[in-house]
């Protein structure tokens, strides 16, 4: 006898019967004549983690007012509230009419932001300022907007603190989904499970990553100044950009420029040295 069930998959599947905790934010953007509006939005991840091009992705019914602002302006903020915020979020969740600043019937504070023209929420202590990069319109669905993040911005005293002491602090409201679409559910980061990532039992990190074609003295060393795990990525991405520049030996130059095209730079190795 097994323990499991199929269930019959529905509209809102990911915060039906399945669960999701996600990220609390509340979305400002500008309408077509000025008006600020705000609305909390969860369906919401990275999409490009390199400096070079750093990407969110959202999810929006599409005639929201947020989506339908966003294509009109092309900008918007994130702003992650902290869980002494949620009965004001959830007062942006309401449907007030088109051109209603929903802010105005909370406790928020509207600040300028720094690089877009939608104002930012000073209580929120972590904010992406963010412009459109791409939007897809599914078919009698979501509305997904790809953001390309302008700027982070985040409150003065989190700069400098270890990520304990930031969960801490900024106490970000985790979202436990909603019954009915009509009561929402909230935790908050009450319990911290710590975990030391530490070596594999057996067999190297990064041994799986082999060359071939012929690297040069140059190129080697470089390459071994790549933490492990991405090594394997590293040898078949500069392999790829050598065949297409037509040069039989990968050497130090060849690396140093799709290094260098791909924003690969020394920031992101030190991210995943510590586990190398
Ligand atoms: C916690 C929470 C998260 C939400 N996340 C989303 C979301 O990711 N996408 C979406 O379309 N609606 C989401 N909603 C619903 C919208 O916030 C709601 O429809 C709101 O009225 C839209 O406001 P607007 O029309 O001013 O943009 C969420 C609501 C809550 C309370």
Redesign the pocket.
Known sequence: MTRKEEIKIKPFWYSDIWLWP?L??I?T?LDKNGTV????????MQYDVMTKNPRML????Q???????IEQTGEFVVNCPSASHLDD??E?????P?GIN?LEFTKFTQIPSKKVSPPSLEECPQIAECTVDEIIKLEKS??IVIGKIEAIVVDKELVDMGREERIKTMDLPI?MG?EARQT?Y?TTAETLIKHDLGQPKSAMQGADAKTSMEWDNDATEMLMGVPPPLRKMVIENTEEFAVEKKEKTVTGEVFRELAKSVGMDPDVMERFRSGG
């Open positions: 996600k609390i934010t979305i953007t509006n705000a609305g909390p939005y969860s369906h919401i959202i999810g929006f019914r005639d929201s007012h947020t989506f339908v602002n979020m959830m942006t969740a309401k449907f007030y088109e929903e979501s509305g979202g909603d929402y909230h």
